[in-house]
């Protein structure tokens, strides 16, 4: 059973471009959450989904940031016209739900913007 | 919301001596309480976790104890080794429901051969 993955490891953009960040759940998993960490800080609540669904988006700018998870595929984090302080590391974890409430993350996606 | 301290911010150890790191949190809903350990440029992984039902967890080397009425949790490891260094996060959350854990900011743990 494959864990939690994420894609591209490491992503560099030029400010004003678009970011995609990808995250495949552990299999049989329905939740997931993207986490933003910067350099020697906690990791902050960004977006909670499940399949076609946005629970939470509370931690998540208003602005530039959107995610989903569609019925097929992969969940994605989008962040349009990117700046320098987006850089930072991005993780996804994901948990079965249902009262099962561990969650496993991913190895997580290095956003570098120049 | 629920929020999360952890202290401290950083620990250092000489090998074989215990660490302790403490965390506390606001929300007296909270009824799930997580561990995560984060080596450099690695993921976050869960070592130990607690449910509020229950008042001491203990696995091998690593334990956490919880106490509901003041709303703090810590996590004790003893007999630390080099291999234990690394960042460890405290998270808040509930057992069922929609709600994403809330974590610490962390503490740096260097055990010093």
């Known amino acids: 059973n494959a864990g939690v993955m994420q894609n591209p490891r490491h992503l560099v953009r030029r400010r004003g471009q678009e970011a995609r960040l990808r995250c495949s759940p552990m299999k049989g998993h329905s939740h997931v959450y993207w986490y933003r960490q910067l350099p020697e800080e906690g990791l902050k609540f960004m977006v909670y989904?499940?399949?076609?669904?946005?629970?939470?988006e509370s931690g998540m700018p208003k602005e530039r940031f959107s995610a989903e998870f569609p019925k097929e595929g992969p969940s994605i984090l989008r962040i349009q016209q990117v700046v320098r302080g987006d850089s930072a590391a991005y993780f996804c974890a994901s948990s079965l739900g249902q009262g099962v409430t561990e969650a496993f993350f991913g190895q997580g996606t290095r956003l570098t913007v120049v | 919301g629920e929020n999360v301290e952890q202290h401290p911010s950083t620990l250092s150890v000489q090998e074989g001596d215990s660490a302790v790191i403490k965390c506390t949190y606001s929300?007296?809903?909270?009824?799930?309480f997580p561990w995560y350990k984060q080596e450099l440029g690695k993921r976050p992984q869960l070592i130990i976790d607690i449910r509020s039902n229950v008042g001491e967890k203990k696995d091998q080397r690593i334990a956490v104890t919880l106490n509901k009425t003041a709303k703090h949790f810590s996590l004790h490891i003893t007999e630390t080794q080099p291999e234990d260094s690394a960042v460890y996060f405290c998270a808040a959350g509930f057992i069922s429901g929609n709600t994403p854990l809330v974590f610490g900011k962390g503490t740096r743990l260097s055990v010093i051969a």
């Open positions: 929300d007296s809903a909270s009824n799930y």
């Open positions: 989904l499940q399949k076609e669904n946005i629970i939470d």
